[in-house]
């Protein structure tokens, strides 16, 4: 009855019932024992009891191993999304290592042949024409350079008629051909002799007055630094981005021993000296423009007070948006990247910063942070197979290829088609738009943007929310970043002089990273900030159109006399007609010399 009561009760199994019934029996030699028999009841009592225990340790280690399951699928799951994330750093750093570097690749016959089965990684691409260039003549590229005409004269030996003996006469010249010739550097020494003038009356009353010559001013007391070779070294260092030790090796060819140490001397003092008020006031013009870029670059300085020489700074950079005015391009050294430092560069500027998805831009007070939408394309792109980022190109708004339009996927070919890529789609629709309205007046610009790009990030943001990537993945990545930005992401929209991606910081970004592969580092923080304020200059007049190296010189020949002039540095900015006239042609340093320049026009 005991063991019947458990089977009802759930604690034992039948089969376990008949177990306890046919012990009973084998034990007691029959089934008709009296139900008041104790010895009895309390066999069946203990057999209840180690089969109640026996069942708990079963479900006891049931448990455990349902627990251990779980556990192990959970590592699985993990391990899966590691080899996932590990895969793909891989094929990053083997593209990095041996593939393109650039987003913009082309696709060969090779790739294009290319194919897999599986049918969520093919896409169609619409066919694209690029506009002809129309093809320069010789005399239009040369047009610039000077032109000096060789004439070629007969021998007096045949200057007579071959038949008659008559003395021929000149009938006039033709030209056989056009050679380029290059005169490379030339370095001599400037001796500047001052004349002196005494007065002949004076002198018989031995009292004689003497006049002397006013020379022009030394770029470098006791060196013999000239506004020429300095801008000659600054213009090599940091625009041709030749190092000392190889400016030397080619000085030496042209007969001049010059070495490194006094090349960095001459850069250093003379762009801290003379182009820091240039610099100072382009600082101040440009936080009065409504639109500013800025991007930031690693760089590396040895000896710097309490850090070590393996420490890791930044050449920050700022530059003036599409408003029409003339575009300024600023770099700024810092040991770091904390916030701290835009905000310090940016302090009395109140417009639109556009930037990358950084963090320390929202330090900045008062300003709208504008994401660059290139920086977002580019996660969804990383996010791509590598043979599928083979033949995809990505759209530039600068691009001179024409494109037809892009039409955003529907439902049933997001269904096709990787998720990446129709992230990508999206953000290349945004470019063609983008393309199109270039070139328009800013406040025309801002409202056909509006008219056709908002139902786009509509689109946009209603798919992102549909998606479910896998953790750690590329593509999370990408979400994420999207989600996180997205209002900053569209900022663009508030003003017709942003732009959609912040490439024109990054190309600056480039022109002191071009520079820093072939120097390596910066010595000293003086420097990395006398590079900053070379490479301001430098870019400035690039931006103006300017003869880059002419302008270092103009710089150089006039500072020394009016570096303390407000008046005569606003005349050294790269837009005044005075540089605009002096510094649009080729370079001059014959005419226009330290004792012979025209005067400021003050």
Known sequence: QTAYNAVM????????????????????????????????????????????????????????????????????????????????????????????????????????????EDPASKTTVKEHTRAKKKKTTRDERYADIPVRDVVIPVPDKDRRCPYCNAEMMPLGRKEVRTELRITPAKVERVRYMQEELICPECRKDGDGTIVQAQTPAPLMPHSPASPSAVAYVMFDKSFASVPYYRQEAC??????????????????????EYFQPVYDRLHGLLLQRGVIHADETTCQVLREKGRAAESTSYMWLYLSGSDGLPPIVLYEYQAGRSGDFPKAFLDGFSGIVQCDGYSGYNKVEDVILAVCCAHCRRKFYEAL??????????????????????????????????????????????????????????????????????????????????????????????????????????????????????????????????????????????????????????????????????????????????????????????????????????????????????????
């Open 385 to 602: 197979p590598t043979e599928r980022q083979k033949q995809l190109k990505l759209l530039d708004i600068n691009s001179e290829t024409e494109v037809k339009d892009i039409p955003l996927p529907g439902p049933e070919q997001m269904k096709s088609i990787i998720p990446a890529e129709i992230g990508l789609m999206f953000f290349n629709k945004l470019f063609f738009i983008e393309k199109g309205l270039k070139g328009m007046e800013p406040d025309l610009r801002k409202a056909k943007r509006l008219e056709k790009e908002p139902p786009v990030w509509e689109k946009f943001w209603a798919w992102v929310e549909t998606l479910k990537p896998l953790g750690g993945s590329k593509l999370e990545k990408a979400v994420n970043y999207a989600i996180n930005h997205r209002e900053t992401l569209q900022s663009y929209l508030l003003d017709g002089r942003c732009e959609l991606s912040n490439n024109a910081a990054e190309r600056r970004a480039k022109s002191y990273a071009i520079g820093r592969k072939n120097s390596l580092f910066h010595t000293s923080v003086a420097g990395a900030k006398a590079g900053a304020l070379v490479y301001s200059m430098i870019e400035t007049a690039k931006a103006n159109k300017l003869n880059v190296f002419q302008y270092l010189y103009i710089l150089l020949l006039y500072m020394p006399d009016h570096k303390d002039d407000p008046a005569a540095v606003e005349i050294l900015l790269p837009w005044s007609s005075f540089i605009k006239e002096h510094c649009t042609g080729l370079i001059d340093v014959e005419t226009i010399t330290p004792e012979n320049k025209p005067q400021l026009p003050l």
């Open 251 to 272: 000085m030496a060819q042209l007969g001049l021993k010059l070495p490194r140490e006094t090349m960095a001397n001459w850069y250093i003092r003379c762009a801290l």
């Open 9 to 116: 009760d759930g604690l034992i199994s039948p089969p376990h019932f008949f177990i306890i019934y046919n012990i009973s029996r084998k034990k007691y030699g029959g089934a008709h024992m009296p139900a008041d028999n104790e010895e009895y009841t309390r066999l069946l009592e203990e057999m209840v009891e180690q089969m109640k225990a026996h069942i708990l340790s079963q479900d006891a280690r049931i448990l455990e191993q349902e627990q251990t399951i779980a556990d192990l699928r959970s590592l699985v799951d993990d391990l899966r999304l590691l080899k996932a994330g590990l895969e793909e750093t891989l094929e990053e750093f083997k593209r990095q290592l041996f593939g393109t570097k650039s987003e913009k690749t082309k696709t060969s016959q090779a790739d294009a042949a290319v194919e897999t």
